[in-house]
């Protein structure tokens, strides 16, 4: 089965500051990739979702953007941060030959100060 | 716009109790619905829904999907405190690429 890896697990930043998040797959190939990011006591909000290699589509008009280099490596970046950009930040696979089952990996805590 | 929406936003019940969870969808080119549990991180899975009217379940919780009112409950019997979390329901459909809509989850809180 897939394992989902993210880092850090929480994050303090200033705004103003640049944010890179990296998510990484195990044991799938192929996969689809997503961000989403919740805030307190809210349901996901999709950001970004990835079918392959560079291939990103944003979801929303915001000040973050999304890179995939690597089959199985999702980073999500900002070249500034905003206050609005604090929450649970969620990376997320999923594969056709599993229906698209969305496994989540542990998520990143970010505030923005 | 596609949309998916549940309710209760939140719910307080007694040990024992059972609860039924709601979501609704509109969306283009449905091909599944899932319900997730979150507690205090990641959502982790509990169903995938595909066809209309086929029950599935795990131990005191089941779920129904019912395309025709393109709608689905989540259903938890004698319900204990490690229920409480939040419910997400989450609505996959494809339009050229292969996308996931969440709801904004039910609050289920559950007291002794």
């Known amino acids: 089965s897939q394992t989902i890896h993210q880092w850090p697990a929480t994050l303090v930043q200033p705004v103003g500051s640049p944010l890179s998040l990296e998510c990484t797959v195990e044991?799938?190939?192929?996969?689809?990739l997503y961000w989403y990011r919740q805030a307190a006591g809210r349901g996901l909000q999709l950001l970004f979702y990835s079918v392959g290699i560079g291939q990103i589509s944003s979801e929303v008009p915001q000040n973050l953007s999304a890179s995939r280099p690597q089959d199985r490596q999702f980073i999500l970046s900002s070249k500034k941060l905003l206050l609005s950009d604090s929450g649970f930040y969620l990376c997320?696979?999923?594969?056709?030959?599993?229906?698209?089952?969305?496994?989540f990996g542990p998520g990143t805590r970010l505030t923005v100060t | 716009e596609d949309k998916v929406v549940q309710s209760p936003l939140s719910l307080v019940v007694h040990e024992g109790d059972t609860v039924t969870l709601n979501c609704s969808y509109e969306v283009t080119n449905f091909r599944s619905l899932l319900w997730y549990k979150q507690e205090k991180k990641a959502p982790t899975f509990l169903f995938m829904l595909t066809s209309s009217g086929i029950e599935k379940k795990s131990g005191r919780l089941s779920s129904i999907l019912d395309k025709k009112e393109l709608s689905s409950i989540l259903n938890i019997t004698a319900t204990q405190t490690g229920d409480s979390a939040i419910y997400l329901c989450a609505v996959h459909y494809s339009g050229g690429y292969q996308k996931v809509t969440f709801g904004t989850g039910t609050k289920l809180q559950v007291i002794p």
């Open positions: 997320a696979s999923a594969r056709l030959a599993e229906n698209y089952e969305q496994y």
């Open positions: 044991g799938t190939s192929n996969p689809n």
